[in-house]
């Protein structure tokens, strides 16, 4: 035999034996993909046994619901590429790719039938995105002289990849801007309080493929003048891998475009303003929930159709900032849709981080025939609202956003008496938390587990709710993600059920997952009782 020969036949036998070890197997692939502009005929038999090894994991993979399609594509493009390369002739070409479908069928068998669980099938795939990810070693040196050179000489040769802000082995950091101060305190409170919920339970889990979630908090009072510091104490020192959860519309006013910059991720604020929501969406924000333009769209249709009342004896009640320009924006298309001029809406002003509420209540004075009020305020002010104008105007209806927080502004309203608490209605953005919905009794457990005393609150579900949201994007992206895969991944989320009753879906046109309206009312004891709103 030729030495060329004897040289083939123990490349051959050498990549064999490699081959046969689940570990090199995903090592090679990466080395065959990273070298096959220059793969040479004699490698055929390797791609076809690695056909045979890569097919089941990339069928098991489609077969998974739960497994980011794009994920698998990446994998399927690249070996379609290392066929295509390797093979000298079409008829080679044709066999290997019969080789890898015959495989890939196998692997959604193997689901089927039981044989295989997506669990395994996810961490097998995470490897090859590995294998592709990472600079792989040169074909020849993997191979090398002889098969004792090969079995020692791999594992020094594969780099790993660059870290990513905010992430090691063990966790990743996220960060939240809020409101811990001020009169508007509890709101930022109870959405952290919801994300560590959320958190809590992943990590008690063994976290996310073996990463802990942490949540790092940065007060800004509700004021944007302390946000850009809040910020960039979170991204500069904190060093967080993005942002979830964040407070306020004035506040992301600053917020979002300190994260564009730095292309970091913007996930899941408190807020439903336009703000968060360009069309087309800024790629790097993500919302949850509705907005407030349709939050207060549906509190209009649903006093016009269910309360029988006339556009024109609707006012709002509204923070003189971008937060109550989103929520009247809602109030005036609605007007539009139904024939009526908007310019007619009568719009009461207060300021931020206050309760001066005295000028709209001269102004709602002046006017005639006003029988409710939509309000896009904070909690506070909308009690004190409440209170200055509950017997000057007898009957009146009042209707609050979700910002207001239901729980706070319950408690604010029962000190002042059952009459001030009945009736009054909010719209939520997420099911009642005194339902029964899979989502609310697995967030109540989940409170009573790490924080035990905290009573169920819309603001600490809402937060529940988003986190989980990315925790399920976090999932899907695998073990090696940075922030442009994350994105990927979200953008080809669809009809996700997380137990809301409502299914969430993202895309590249649609960064809001939930465009969903829940109608609540409070009783005289302060308790929100669910209401159609249609």
């Not at 044709?94 to 089927?112: F, K, N, P, Y």
């Not at 981080?353 to 709209?360: E, G, I, K, P």
Request: net charge positive; glycine share 8%; proline share 5%.
């Amino acid at each position: 035999m030729s030495d060329h020969r004897v040289g083939k036949a123990r490349t051959l036998e050498v990549l064999r034996r490699i081959t046969h070890r689940p570990r090199w197997t995903m090592i090679l692939l990466g080395t065959l993909i990273a070298s096959a502009a220059t793969a040479a005929p004699s490698n055929v038999d390797v791609v076809r046994d690695l056909a045979t090894r890569v097919g089941p994991i990339i069928g098991s993979a489609l077969a998974c619901t739960d497994i980011a399609r794009p994920r698998i594509q990446t994998v399927v493009d690249k070996f379609v590429a290392v066929i295509r390369e390797t093979a000298p002739n079409e008829a080679i070409r044709v066999d290997l790719t019969q080789v890898l479908d015959r495989s890939v069928a196998d692997g959604r068998a193997a689901i089927s039938s039981g044989r295989a669980d997506c669990r395994s099938t996810d961490r097998q795939l995470a490897e090859l995105e590995r294998s592709i990810a990472a600079p792989a070693p040169s074909l020849s040196g993997m191979i090398g002289p002889s098969a004792a050179v090969a079995a020692t000489t791999p594992t020094a040769q594969v780099n790993t990849a660059p870290p990513v802000r905010g992430m090691t082995d063990r966790e990743i950091r996220f960060g939240i801007a809020a409101p811990f101060s001020g009169p508007n305190k509890e709101l930022g409170r109870q959405m952290k309080l919801g994300i560590d919920a959320a958190f809590n339970r992943i990590n008690d889990a063994g976290g996310v493929d073996g990463r802990m979630l942490r949540l790092v908090a940065a007060d800004d009072g509700y004021e944007p003048t302390r946000t850009v510091e809040a910020m960039r104490q979170l991204y500069e020192k904190d060093q967080v891998f993005g942002i979830v959860g964040n407070v306020g519309t004035p506040t992301a006013a600053v917020a979002v475009p300190f994260a564009l910059e730095r292309r970091m991720l913007f996930f899941g604020a408190f807020t439903g303003s336009g703000i968060l929501r360009r069309d087309p969406p800024d790629r790097y924000v993500f919302n949850y929930r509705a907005s407030y333009a349709e939050e207060t769209d549906a509190t209009v249709r649903y006093l016009v159709k269910i309360r029988r009342l006339k556009p024109q004896q609707i006012a709002v009640f509204a923070q003189q900032d971008s937060y109550g320009d989103s929520g009247f924006q809602g109030v005036a298309k609605a007007f539009r849709a139904m024939g009526v001029n908007d310019n007619t809406i009568v719009r009461l002003n207060y300021q931020r981080n206050t309760v001066d509420v005295d000028d709209a209540i001269n102004q709602l004075k002046l006017q005639k025939n006003i029988k409710a009020i939509v309000m896009v305020p904070g909690y506070r002010a909308a009690a004190k609202f409440i209170e200055k104008t509950k017997d000057l105007f007898p009957g009146l209806i009042y209707t609050s956003v979700s910002f207001v927080g239901s729980t706070a502004l319950a408690e604010e309203l029962k000190l002042l008496g059952p009459r001030y608490a009945n009736g009054v209605i909010v719209t939520q953005v997420v099911p009642a938390v005194s339902g029964y919905s899979s989502i609310v009794l697995e967030y109540k457990n989940a409170l009573a587990k790490y924080f035990p005393g905290e009573a169920s609150d819309y603001v600490s579900l809402e937060g529940y709710v988003a986190a989980n949201v990315l925790i399920q994007g976090i999932k899907r992206a695998g073990p090696q993600f940075d922030t442009e895969k994350l994105i990927d991944v979200l953008e080809n989320t669809r009809n996700f059920d997380l137990g809301l009753g409502a299914q969430l879906s993202f895309g590249r046109a649609e960064h809001q997952a939930s465009h969903k309206v829940w109608g609540t009312a409070m009783d005289e004891t302060g308790t929100y009782q669910p209401i159609e709103l249609e």
